[in-house]
Every structure is written in structure tokens, then in C-alpha cells.
């Protein structure tokens, strides 16, 4: 059922890199337990959550150095807490769904979509159409190493512990992917292109999902398949860690500081791509092991 999708789940040790364990998701559990009783709801978090890395551009942009590098990083940080505040409110609260995981990722974009516009405007002056050339490469990396990332953390979590995701909203013909009106239709084609982007770098994966359905029902073999998935592929969770948006931040901050954000653009492009070349070619390996083993 696609009420399942939304079941709320706690977050797994091995899928925290030291900044959530430690910081970020330590205040977002704060934030969602002051709000969960007032009524605000996780979709209004996840806005608030644009707003402040809109804010944080805007700091980059318009203050001068350091002040507005050092404020842009800190309200970054900010957003990186409120991007996981949403989450915790929509599990205390019983409303995680389908609908409000695209909301959170269409915030989510929206907020690197304006801070991405805003730093290339910054380079513009120096740099003419080459800074808008740099921008677009390093947007569409930027794409393919957060789907990628969060597209096998997901998958591990469904494989692994049995949590589901997007992918089962979609096989259960949820109503946000019934294109019935002009909201749901572009909603629902970039929520397709998104799980088609996932699966053209994963390939394996989908004969795994496959693996899992078949198991649907058999509770020993399920145990097996979960402890199997446990013990091979939570190594390959590292690569996951280093192209997500924590140490993103950080490059970006470190880039500020240095007086360009073109330093931030050249590591996307040639240092995380070559991170996600050898965690592609890394998961699909593992996940092959798997399919043969339990296949």
C-alpha cells in the first residue's frame, strides 16, 4: 500500500556521516520537537529551509569579504539543519508521505538552483559566458552526484532494513505520480527523470529490487537478504558520504574564503565527478555480488 511509503523510520548510525550525528540532525531533532506541537507543518520547514540558502546566497553576493563568505557558510549550515528538521517533524507528526519527500527535494533544488545563479553572476564580470559554461557543468554534476548519493542510500535502506522510498510511491501509482492537473504533471515527470537518471547508473539495482519482491512474504529468506545487504554494501556507503551536501558546504565555504566561487565549481567538476565514476562503478560492482549470491 502506499501508506507504507510514508512509514516513519529512525535514522541508521552507518548512514550518518560525524557532521549529522553530531550536529546537524542532534538540532533538527530539537527544532521538531519544539514545533510538532504548534501545527507548522514539515512542508512549511522545508520552504523556511529554501529561504535561509536564498538567504545565504544573497550574504555571498552582497556583503563584503569575509563577512558575507563566513554568514553564506553559517546560514548553509543552517539550511543543512532545517533540511533535516523537516523529516524529523514529518515522523513525530505521522505526515511523511510521497508528496512531501518531492516537496523537501524541490526545495531542496530550488534553494542550490538560486545560489548557483547568484554565485555565476559573481563570475560573470571576470569571466563573461565562460562563468555561466562552468556553471552548467558543474549544476548537471551536481545532479548526477546527489542522485546517485541519495538514490543508493535509499536503496540501501530498502534493501537493508525494508524502509521504502520514492521508487514505491511510483509502483504503487501514488497520486502525486497520477498527472492529473498542471502541478502534478511536471511534478511527476521530474520525480520520473529523477528515478530513470538512478537506474541508468545502477543498474544492478533494479534486479535486486526484483530479488527483495520475490522474497515478499518469506520471512527467513527476507532476514537473509537483509543481512546480507547489511554486511556487504555498508561499506560502500563511504562514497555516498563524500558526495553529499555536508562537505559540499564546506567546499563552497573554503571557495568563498579564498575569493571564488570558480574554486567550488572545479571541484565539483573534476574532483567529486571522479568520486562519483568510482562509486558508480563500485556499487554496481557490489550489487552484482549480491544479485549473483542470492540469485
Known amino acids: 500500500m ?5 512509514t516513519p523510520v529512525a535514522r541508521r548510525r552507518e548512514l550518518e556521516d560525524p557532521l549529522n550525528r553530531y550536529l546537524y540532525h542532534r538540532l533538527s531533532k530539537h527544532i521538531a520537537r519544539a514545533l510538532a506541537p504548534t ?3 514539515p512542508n512549511a520547514v522545508s520552504v523556511s529551509g529554501m529561504l535561509v540558502g536564498w538567504a545565504a546566497a544573497w550574504s555571498y553576493a552582497s556583503l563584503d569579504w569575509p563577512t558575507g563568505a563566513l554568514l553564506g557558510f553559517a546560514l548553509l549550515m543552517m539550511w543543512h539543519v532545517l533540511d533535516g528538521a523537516d523529516g524529523d517533524l514529518a ?3 505521522g505526515k511523511a508521505s510521497p508528496a512531501g519527500e518531492l516537496v523537501d527535494g524541490a526545495c531542496d533544488y530550488s534553494a542550490q538552483v538560486m545560489l548557483y545563479l547568484v554565485l555565476t553572476s559573481m563570475l560573470d564580470d571576470s569571466m563573461g559566458w565562460w562563468a555561466w559554461a562552468f556553471a552548467i557543468v558543474a549544476g548537471a554534476s551536481h545532479v548526477a552526484q546527489t542522485n546517485h548519493a541519495e538514490t543508493q542510500r535509499r536503496s540501501y535502506q530498502w534493501w537493508g532494513y525494508g524502509v521504502p522510498w520514492l521508487k514505491h510511491a511510483e509502483a504503487a501509482d501514488d497520486a502525486i505520480f497520477r498527472e492529473q492537473n498542471w502541478f502534478r504533471s511536471p511534478v511527476a515527470w521530474l520525480a520520473r527523470g529523477y528515478l530513470k537518471l538512478a537506474e541508468w547508473m545502477a543498474p544492478w539495482a533494479g534486479r ?3 530479488i527483495v519482491a520475490a522474497a515478499a512474504g518469506d520471512a527467513s529468506k527476507t532476514a537473509r537478504i537483509r543481512r546480507m545487504v547489511r554486511a556487504t554494501a555498508r561499506s560502500s556507503l563511504v562514497y555516498g558520504k563524500a558526495l553529499g551536501p555536508n ?3 564546506i567546499m563552497l565555504g573554503a571557495s568563498m574564503l579564498a575569493g571564488s566561487p570558480l ?3 572545479l571541484g565539483q567538476i573534476l574532483l567529486l565527478n ?3 565514476v568510482v562509486s558508480v562503478r563500485h556499487h554496481n560492482a557490489v550489487q552484482r555480488r549480491l544479485v549473483e549470491r542470492l540469485g
Request: no cysteine; proline share 0%.
Open 39 to 41: 501545527g507548522v507543518s
Open 274 to 276: 571522479a568520486i562519483l
Open 263 to 265: 574554486w567550488y565549481y
Open 2 to 6: 502506499v501508506a507504507n511509503v510514508a
Open 91 to 93: 515522523r513525530l507528526t
Open 247 to 249: 562537505y559540499r558546504t
Open 208 to 210: 535486486l529490487d526484483a
